[in-house]
């Protein structure tokens, strides 16, 4: 797998890089250090994972994830930073980002990357410990109920959030499956989100 590297500190990025390429699967072909950076390598490259920092000078990974998701609504991006500022967090579960670790735990990068590269969200554990704070503050925010959703979009966005695939939601709820993917289809829009995954998240920091 390829994997691009953003940070502004160049030693992190070439301890980093010797890291990722201990394991013979990962090659890491392209290195930037700054949000711009990010963008262009993303573009230029195509990796299977972009790894980068949250601060890196004047713009953040947030901005440089929100350029790349624009182009690329399927891309995996890790974050790996030292801040864990709530504010942070958020704004990489309403990025989609598949991870945010934090640089102390070297140990955990490569078996991380390979977890994201596999279709699984990773989060280190003081990201865990902190979610339920910042789905609390989400929820202060942004109740559910201040969203203009009918009583059987929310059964729906519910029966997503536990996993349920259409045809399983269409037979609790007693629906067509096309009824339930048009349900899914207008839920989408009118909350700005991308997929299913991002439903299951703002459902879990609203509820």
Aim: glycine share 6%.
């Amino acid at each position: 797998m390829n994997i691009i590297i953003a940070d502004d500190d160049k030693l992190v990025c070439q301890a980093l890089k010797t890291i990722l390429e201990t394991d013979e699967e990962i090659k890491v072909p392209a290195i930037g250090n700054n949000a711009d950076d990010a963008v262009r390598l993303y573009k230029e490259y195509s990796p299977d994972i972009i790894l980068m920092d949250i601060r890196m000078g004047g713009k953040t990974g947030i901005d440089a994830g929100k350029s790349i998701v624009a182009e690329n609504p399927n891309a995996k991006i890790l974050f790996l930073t030292t801040f864990a500022d709530n504010e942070y967090i958020i704004e990489a579960l309403r990025l989609g980002a598949k991870g945010y670790l934090l640089k102390q735990n070297f140990e955990s990068i490569v078996p991380s990357v390979k977890a994201v590269y596999s279709g699984q969200n990773v989060y280190g554990d003081e990201i865990v410990a902190k979610l339920p704070v910042v789905s609390g503050e989400e929820k202060k925010k942004n109740p559910l109920e201040n969203y203009d959703l009918t009583d059987r979009e929310t059964d729906i966005i519910e029966k997503v959030a536990e996993g349920l695939s259409n045809k399983e939601i269409a037979e609790e709820l007693f629906l067509g499956e096309g009824t339930v993917r048009n349900y899914l289809s207008i839920i989408l829009e009118k909350l700005d989100l991308r997929d299913r995954t991002q439903l299951a998240i703002f459902y879990y920091k609203n509820k």
